[in-house]
């Protein structure tokens, strides 16, 4: 049966079997992060919202990588069904559930700031820097699929994740690649270049990793793992 007969069949299993508690929480905790903030201040100076927004970003993206984890791997290594089918499904749904998740952030972060302010809050830089986010998590997530026989990419993402955000925002990186730029500083347009290549590099490995390795390459390291065995 070709792939494109296979979507239809496909849709209904993935859905259900999606792991999507962690991306609920992820994002239930990204809006009352930021609508408490909104609700205890009424009105957060632009950076204190964007730093908030931010937070709410990577909860979302650690999130959306437990949703590319298949528990059911390990006894569906022989089927008629190609692994980068389903996957490439679950990918999909972390991205538009993502997506979701980010718009309640965006809104709420919006609300956080004051009236003289809030014209300023740069929704499509904020955007494209959740999206490249998202795709370098997503990155993680799906090679760790490949180390963990398809059912721990969230477990080794979040970690990674994590490590990633940190070292970029305490490196002392010069001033034109600093990815966490404060909003309507000198370094925000140069940052959001750093955003789209990152978002261009991590897409193109995601589309890359959830595919399996080819039968040739698989059949050639058994033989040489076989090899170093005797």
């Known amino acids: 049966m070709r792939p494109g007969r296979l979507w239809p069949l496909l849709v209904p299993y993935v859905l259900r079997s999606c792991r999507m508690t962690p991306l609920l929480a992820a994002a239930v905790a990204g809006w009352l992060l930021v609508g408490a903030a909104t609700a205890v201040s009424g009105g ?97 997530a799906a090679l760790g699929l490949r180390l963990t026989a398809g059912s721990g990419g969230g477990a080794l993402a979040t970690p990674g994740a994590l490590l990633l955000v940190v070292l970029a925002a305490l490196a002392p990186l010069p001033e034109g690649l600093q990815p966490f730029a404060p909003p309507l500083s000198r370094a925000w347009g140069s940052s959001r270049a750093v955003w789209a290549v990152l978002l261009g590099v991590a897409a193109s490995a995601v589309v890359v990793l959830i595919r399996e390795p080819s039968a040739a390459a698989t059949g050639a390291r058994d033989l040489r793992t076989a090899g170093e065995g005797r």
């Open 44 to 140: 957060l100076r632009l950076s204190d919202a964007v730093l908030l927004i931010r937070a709410g970003a990577v909860l979302l993206a650690v999130g959306a990588a437990f949703v590319l984890d298949d528990s059911a791997a390990a006894t569906t290594e022989v089927t008629p069904v190609p692994r980068w089918l389903p996957r490439a499904l679950r990918t999909g749904v972390a991205v538009v559930s993502a997506g979701a998740g980010w718009l309640g952030v965006l809104v709420l972060g919006a609300r956080a700031v004051g009236p003289e302010e809030r014209g300023l809050l740069p929704w499509a830089g904020l955007t494209l820097e959740a999206a490249g986010l998202l795709a370098v998590v997503l990155a993680l």
